[in-house]
């Protein structure tokens, strides 16, 4: 089983400021098949990155992802009040395809 | 537009067993892998359960195999997940997902259902 790590578990910024949430994967994930999930309270988590860096549909281009191997990094280039939720990596190239504990991303 | 509705949560005993299901329109249902992802109140996402497009191969997470089952109708667009032996550990919101891709490679889950509470209490 792969295991993900996410850093920081919380991240307190500024609407404008830029972020960067890390994954780390216990092993390597096989062809780059790893995506980032965005999360609102009371909602359904939503694709926002897949492919370690192709972005979903609809999603705006300030999100972007980046990374191979077992480091992936999820960039938000300028947050907008939106943005402010929890994201999650998930690795699903293999059986289980696990998800990391999440990144909360709050306001300062 | 695609759309994923689960059902079939609600409280239940400690040993007790539920079903849940997942009613899928917008997309062709048959050609999709589907899968179970739980998140436990307060807690992370834990993906459960898959099921290929033609039900013919399915896996599970550690902590639910030999306790569930998924399965699915592709004549009513209906995924399903049949739990038994709950436990308060199993006490989640039960969300249906389905693949990106139509084929059996690797995929994200581009579209969730809003969720099903399961809540196993005595």
């Known amino acids: 089983e792969i295991v993900l790590t996410q850093s920081p578990g919380t991240l307190s910024l500024s609407p404008g400021e830029r972020a960067t949430l890390s994954c780390r994967a216990s092993q390597s994930v096989a062809s780059t098949y790893l995506a980032w999930y965005q999360q609102k309270p009371g909602q359904a988590p939503r694709l926002l990155i897949y492919?370690?860096?192709t972005r979903a549909t609809g999603i705006p281009d300030r999100f972007s992802g980046s990374g191979s191997g077992t480091d992936f990094t999820l960039t938000i280039s300028r947050l907008e009040p939106e943005d402010f939720a929890v994201y999650y990596c998930q690795q699903y190239g293999s059986s289980p395809f696990t998800f990391g504990p999440g990144t909360k991303v709050d306001i300062k | 537009q695609v759309q994923l509705v689960e059902s079939g949560g609600g409280v239940v005993q400690p040993g007790g067993s539920l079903r849940l299901s997942c009613a899928a329109s917008g997309f062709t249902f048959s050609s999709y892998v589907m899968h179970w992802v739980r998140q436990a109140p307060g807690k992370g996402l834990e993906w459960v359960a898959f099921?290929?497009?033609?039900?013919?191969?399915?896996d599970y997470a550690d902590s639910v195999k030999g306790r569930f089952t998924i399965s699915r109708d592709n004549s009513k667009n209906t995924l399903y997940l049949q739990m038994n032996s709950l436990t308060a550990e199993d006490t989640a919101v039960y969300y249906c997902?389905?693949?990106?891709?139509?084929?059996?490679?690797?995929?994200?889950?581009?579209?969730w259902g809003q969720g099903t509470l399961v809540t196993v209490s005595s």
């Open positions: 099921i290929l497009y033609d039900g013919s191969t399915k």
């Open positions: 997902a389905k693949n990106g891709k139509t084929v059996t490679s690797p995929s994200a889950f581009d579209y």
């Open positions: 492919g370690a860096s």
